[in-house]
């Protein structure tokens, strides 16, 4: 069974920092990729991070590019997303993923809010 457990998050001033970091077990073999979604009050989720498996390659969202920073701990099966210099308008609920194959797992989320 995929389990992506979640922590971090919380609220923070503009310009600060939170780390999130997600646990995950049941599927950590074979080509997987692991990251971050949030979602905003009346807005659609939207993809903000992940790392692939089989090369390492990261994508960040336009809107996160330069002040987030994902990383791994493969011993740990664990994922962090580093957010640097946040902005009220990253307060959203943040989701761990896991995309296997075409399947799509999800984290319980976290509330990460940011106030001005």
């Known amino acids: 069974e995929v389990q992506l457990v979640e922590f971090g998050g919380g609220s923070v001033q503009a310009g600060g920092s939170l780390t999130l970091s997600c646990t995950a077990s049941?599927?950590?073999?074979?080509?997987?990729?692991i990251g971050w979604f949030r979602q905003a009050p009346g807005k659609e989720r939207e993809r903000v991070s992940c790392?692939?498996?089989?090369?390492?390659?990261?994508y960040y969202s336009d809107s996160v590019k330069g002040r987030f920073t994902i990383s791994s701990d493969n011993n740990k099966n664990t994922v962090y997303l580093q957010m640097n210099s946040l902005k009220p308008e990253d307060t959203a609920f943040y989701y761990c993923?896991?995309?296997?194959?075409?399947?799509?797992?999800w984290g319980q989320g976290t509330q990460v809010t940011v106030s001005s």
């Open positions: 993923n896991a995309v296997i194959i075409k399947y799509y797992y």
């Open positions: 049941g599927f950590t073999s074979g080509d997987y990729a």
């Open positions: 790392v692939s498996s089989a090369d390492s390659t990261r």
